[in-house]
């Protein structure tokens, strides 16, 4: 029996982008072979690399002026591809909102990139966005705009003169975007696009063109993989093929615009049972800046009951409620996949709980 899941990431697919994999997955379309049998220059992977492509323009509605990539080493290999492109030898801006945007700093710094943290939430346990002003003499501008360890998001993007790059890794196809300062946003499949093992990244096309010193590796470039189509080498086909069924499947609940609203209603659900519960429940992040992909909070009383949550939840077929080591207490990421039904189960465990327990 499948269990509702709340895991971070990975995390669960929609049953019916599984059932159709299921159910192709021996022969594909009559090939008689699987789509990860078949080689990644026939036409038959082409329709699926490129389908998957043109089904995310759709999605964000985003024109020539972009080019989709798909590559491997998660959103990791990012953050070192970023400053290897991007980075022009002036000053490199970071606002610094937790776990992975300290990654992606510390990376960069790594390289001998001249970072600027222009705003951090570090000493407040990242518990809120700071205000973020980006200077007009930067080569890029770094948000993460949802932190999907501590449980923040960004409301609205800030506005940068600089390409604005944004790891979305844990907020991908979440809710429309205004693109207007994007100059390359990107993440692993894994939260709310597919399986892991390939990461996304739309990059506006006068970026690709830029490099950061000539000893770049060709793997490296972006421009080796927007030549290519993303086809410079094998690509994660399977992977691939799994984000295209996942884009339809988002396409067919009506886009970002619904997804949006589904989000919002869910993440409401269990940020009231938090308020109401009287203590019971204390949300780590600040109220203005909560995320609605994963909702970060702890039980008053201490451990031993968090990790009897986790347990008695697990006994009710809910995965993956254990917070992540540096919060403590109880996740539960409630990524596109996640229905308000599933949702209603979990707030009505959580309410049940606290009354039993508190
Ligand atoms: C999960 C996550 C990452 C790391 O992704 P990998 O694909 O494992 O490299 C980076 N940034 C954010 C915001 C994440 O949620």
């Known amino acids: 029996m499948r269990k509702i899941n709340f895991s971070a990431g990975p995390t669960g697919l929609p049953l019916s ?4 994999a299921k159910a192709e997955f021996t022969d594909f379309h009559g090939e008689g072979a699987s789509i ?17 492509m043109s089904k995310i323009r759709e999605l964000y509605g985003i024109g020539d002026e972009y080019e989709v990539l798909f590559l491997q080493g998660g959103a990791h290999l990012q953050f070192a591809m970023i400053p290897f492109n991007l980075y022009k030898g002036g000053i490199a801006e970071y606002a610094n909102t937790g776990v992975w945007t300290s990654k992606a700093i510390k990376e960069a710094r790594l ?25 007009n003499n930067a080569d890029y501008a770094y948000i993460c ?7 923040t998001q960004y409301k609205t993007l800030p506005h940068s003169f600089a390409p604005l790059v944004i790891d979305a890794s844990s907020d991908f196809f979440s809710e429309p975007l205004d693109f207007s300062d994007i100059g390359l946003l990107y993440g692993g499949a894994q939260k709310n696009a597919g399986p892991s093992g390939v990461s996304i990244i739309i990059i506006r096309k006068d970026l690709i063109e830029r490099v950061w010193r000539n000893d770049v590796p060709t793997f490296l470039r972006y421009k080796t993989h927007a030549d290519a189509k993303s086809l410079y080498n094998t690509p994660p086909t399977f992977a691939i093929y799994l984000l295209n069924l996942t884009m339809q499947w988002l396409i067919d609940q009506g886009g970002l615009s619904a997804i949006k609203e589904r989000n919002l209603a869910k993440a409401k659900t269990i940020y009231d049972v938090i308020d109401n519960s009287n203590g019971f429940y204390i949300g780590h992040a600040q109220k203005a800046h909560r995320s609605v992909m994963n909702i970060s909070y702890n039980i008053a009383s201490g451990e031993a009951l968090e990790a009897k949550f986790v347990a008695d939840a697990l006994a009710h077929n809910m995965l993956g409620l254990r917070g992540h080591r540096l919060v403590g207490g109880i996740r539960a990421s409630i990524y596109n996949a996640v229905s308000q039904n599933d949702v209603e189960v979990l707030a009505d465990f959580m309410k049940e709980f606290a009354r039993k327990n508190g």
Do not use: C, D, W
């Not at 982008?17 to 159709?20: H, N, P, T």
């Not at 990139?113 to 200077?135: D, M, Q, Y």
């Not at 705009?145 to 449980?151: E, Q």
């Open 17 to 20: 982008v599984l059932e159709q």
């Open 111 to 135: 390289m001998g990139v001249n970072v600027s943290v222009v705003a951090s939430s570090e000493s407040e346990k990242f518990n809120h966005i700071p205000e973020v002003n980006f200077s």
């Open 145 to 151: 705009t949802n932190n999907t360890i501590y449980g």
């Open 36 to 52: 990860m049998e078949v080689s990644h220059r026939g036409k038959t992977y082409e329709e699926v690399h490129f389908g998957a």
